[in-house]
């Protein structure tokens, strides 16, 4: 979003929900946005700001927006807050929300760094467009009494696309023009920028005909974008990969995008999807499979193993499902990008798993009672962190033959399950016997076995051992009475 100083004229304040929604409902509402993809939650966030522009459910509207802007921004908002529907940056460039990236990771065709609109906005205001931009912000002066800023927005984003493509359009004496407006990477995004905003109707056009969500895209999901795409203005190079990347943010298996290029091909075999227009589809599929595979080696190298599972499956599921339906040839373009996602992935993730074992060991391993102090704790922070770990390897097992790890993922499974129960029934045993000095200790290297037994073999047998460690005590404890 463009940050600026200036606020809406509709106030959310989190103490005011529907009436008909109790703070249970609120909560669940909540958890079911924080699942949505992030492009899915800028979709969002701009079809209730339009609905509240409109009055039409203001009330539910805004409390969707409340919450949803509390999981995009991370932070609790107060009740000073107020909704920026009235933004003139806001509103110029809502068009662009489904397409906007807040990373560093490389853009594809069919995305816009977000970062690149101040500067655009700023120029326009100042040399692209400022009579068109001062009338705007008069026009929305006026709107604010009717409620409805619709028009006016309209008209701006009109005159701004005119604006932007005409600064865009490659002349060499618009070079030293163009550095005004900002960075080069700012500059590469304004004949996307502007494209975008001249094609907003027919945008919302093909995402109201969408449904908004495809769970498979099968054959008849594929006739129907087909035939919603049979607008002009959407088939030009320019346009098309943004009309490619509404259709995949409403895919649950955001890869199967291509089944739309091969479609249009006729054929698996690449080379004839490539030659298609829509041959970028496949462009678009191999890139967020990069940039799940980034995230997931970055999550790694940080110990954030929360949405691992979901990262794997994502590139499981892709990766088999561009390996089946297309034809990729090993020494081409898009072949080579498929296994350099593959190989990096398995790297990443064969390193991580080849270090689980010890970090099992050294929490685990048995020392003699005189070589424990009467301090010694077990750390449970490294206890909890080694869980995930063996939780992660039990994760990999799932999705490892498609991420080439599947030896490395069996062998270690299976060692950490032979580890963990001789350890755990050896140390339940050293609670019997053990010297009373160092018995807490000894509980605490129990604790933690059974919470790795609990994800290696499951709570009952969890359970079990659990049971055991409380009758090793109890009995070391009356053997002692009865001595």
Excluded at 23 to 28: F, L, M, N, T, V
Excluded at 91 to 96: G, K, V
Excluded at 102 to 115: H, V
Excluded at 346 to 355: K, V
């Amino acid at each position: 979003m463009i940050r600026s100083g200036r606020v809406g004229a509709v106030r959310v304040t989190p103490s005011i929900h529907p009436p008909d929604m109790s703070q249970r409902s609120i909560e669940r509402l909540r958890d079911y946005l924080a699942q949505l993809p992030p492009q899915s939650q800028a979709l969002l966030i701009r079809e209730f700001e339009r609905a509240v522009e409109r009055g039409e459910d203001v009330v539910l509207a805004s409390t969707v927006l409340e919450q949803l802007r509390k999981i995009v921004r991370g932070v609790e908002e107060d009740e000073d807050t107020q909704a920026r529907t009235d933004d003139p940056a806001r509103l110029l460039f809502r068009p662009l929300e489904p397409f906007l990236i807040d990373t560093n990771f490389p853009t594809r065709p069919g995305q816009i760094k977000r970062s690149s609109l101040l500067p655009v906005w700023e120029w326009l205001a100042r040399e692209g467009a400022p009579e068109a931009a001062r009338e705007f912000e008069s026009a929305l002066a006026a709107a604010r009494e009717s409620g409805s800023m619709e028009a006016a927005a309209r008209n701006f984003q009109l005159a701004a696309a005119d604006a932007i493509l005409n600064a865009a359009t490659p002349v060499d004496d618009r070079q030293r023009g163009l550095s005004r407006v900002g960075s080069p990477s700012v500059v590469e995004d304004l004949l996307p920028i502007g494209s975008v905003l001249r094609a907003r109707e027919a945008l919302d056009t093909l995402g109201s005909r969408l449904p908004r969500q495809m769970r498979v895209f099968a054959d008849a999901q594929i006739a129907s974008a087909t035939e919603a795409l049979k607008v002009p203005s959407l088939q030009t190079p320019q346009l098309l990969p943004f009309a490619l990347t509404l259709i995949a943010q409403r895919l649950v298996a955001p890869w199967q995008i291509i089944r739309l290029a091969i479609r249009m091909a006729a054929s698996d075999d690449e080379i004839r999807v490539a030659a298609t227009p829509y041959g970028v589809a496949v462009t678009i599929a191999l890139h967020d499979l990069s940039f799940v595979a980034a995230c997931l080696r970055t999550d790694i190298r940080r110990g954030h193993f929360e949405y691992v599972g979901e990262q794997l499956k994502t590139l499981h599921d892709g990766v088999r499902g561009l390996r089946t339906e297309l034809d990729l040839r090993n020494d081409s373009t898009w072949g080579r990008q498929l296994t350099s996602i593959r190989a990096d992935t398995s790297n990443a993730l064969q390193s991580e798993i080849d270090s689980v074992p010890g970090r099992v060991r050294r929490i685990l391993r048995q020392r003699a009672d005189k070589d424990i102090s009467v301090s010694a704790k077990v750390d449970m922070s490294e206890v909890e962190d080694a869980a995930a770990l063996i939780d992660f390897v039990a994760v990999c097992r799932t999705y490892a033959s498609e991420l080439a790890i599947n030896e490395v993922t069996l062998r270690t499974y299976s060692d950490l399950q032979h580890y963990v129960e001789q350890s755990t029934e050896g140390l339940v045993q050293s609670l019997r016997a053990g010297d009373a000095r160092v018995r807490t200790y000894r509980q605490m290297q129990v604790k933690a076995a059974i919470r790795f037994c609990e994800i290696l073999f499951g709570h009952d047998y969890a359970s079990l051992m659990s049971r055991a460690a409380e009758n090793a005590v109890t009995g070391e404890r009356k053997s002692s009475r009865a001595g």
